[in-house]
């Protein structure tokens, strides 16, 4: 069982820039790809950002490529969403969530393959 904390969301003007940590507890964080993912209100959630166990592959949305990145330190159980030049369209619900496959794969980018999700933590961004 793993639980997942998300934290540092808030609001920033565009242009902007904020990190989004994800905290895990239990064992076992190493083995787990993680992925980030967003809701706007009134929209579906869309897949963001994820990264295998070993850190060794990154995938991206089209939308957030160049300006968002990233990362993790399996040492302290936590990812990492480093987002820069925010824009309005960015606000929304971001969650991170866990997956025991530890790589990357076609399915990544679907929410359905992950095992373990966090409660979310609110990005606005506006002037």
């Known amino acids: 069982q793993v639980q997942l904390v998300e934290s540092g969301g808030g609001l920033v003007q565009p242009g902007g820039s904020l990190r989004l940590s994800c905290a895990a507890s239990?064992?076992?964080?190493?083995?787990?790809?993680m992925g980030w993912f967003r809701q706007a209100p009134g929209k579906e959630r869309e897949f963001v950002a994820a990264i295998s166990s070993s850190s060794r592959t990154t995938y991206y949305a089209d939308s957030v490529k160049g300006r968002f990145t990233i990362s993790r330190d399996n040492a302290k159980n936590t990812a990492y969403l480093q987002m820069n030049s925010l824009k309005p369209e960015d606000t929304a619900v971001y969650y991170c969530a866990a997956d025991q496959t530890p790589i990357l794969y076609g399915r990544t980018k679907s929410g359905d393959v992950y095992d373990y999700w966090g409660q979310g933590t609110q990005v606005t961004v506006s002037s």
């Open positions: 239990g064992r076992s964080f190493s083995n787990y790809a």
